[in-house]
Structures are given as structure tokens and as C-alpha cells.
């Protein structure tokens, strides 16, 4: 049990660590060109969105 509970938090671990990097680079990213990245982003969440929405038809 304490080996589960090990992995759980090394994965947990790795994922803050991911998420950190990736926030850093977001942050770079952003200070260089705000208008750009919004448009992306904007796109972007369509995009999921639609797909979601594509998933829940496929599952009714």
C-alpha cells in the first residue's frame, strides 16, 4: 500500500512540475505577443468546444 501511495505522489509531483514549466512558458509567450496568443486560445476553445459537443452526440 505505501508503494501505491508513493507512485501517486511522484506522479503528482511530476505533474506540478509540468505544469509549472508549462505556465513559465505561457508566460513568455504571452509578454511577447498578447493579441496572437488570445486569437489561438480563442480558437483553440472553440475548437474543444465543438468537439465535446461532437462526443456528447456520438454517446446519446
Partial sequence: ???????????VAVGM???A???MVGK???DKNKKS???KTGK??????SI???ASYMFK
Fill in 1 to 11: 500500500m505505501a508503494k501505491g501511495a508513493m507512485n501517486v505522489a511522484k506522479g
Fill in 17 to 19: 512540475i509540468a505544469g
Fill in 21 to 23: 514549466a508549462a505556465s
Fill in 28 to 30: 513568455k509567450m504571452m
Fill in 37 to 39: 496568443l488570445k486569437k
Fill in 44 to 49: 483553440a476553445l472553440k475548437e474543444m468546444s
Fill in 52 to 54: 465535446m459537443d461532437s
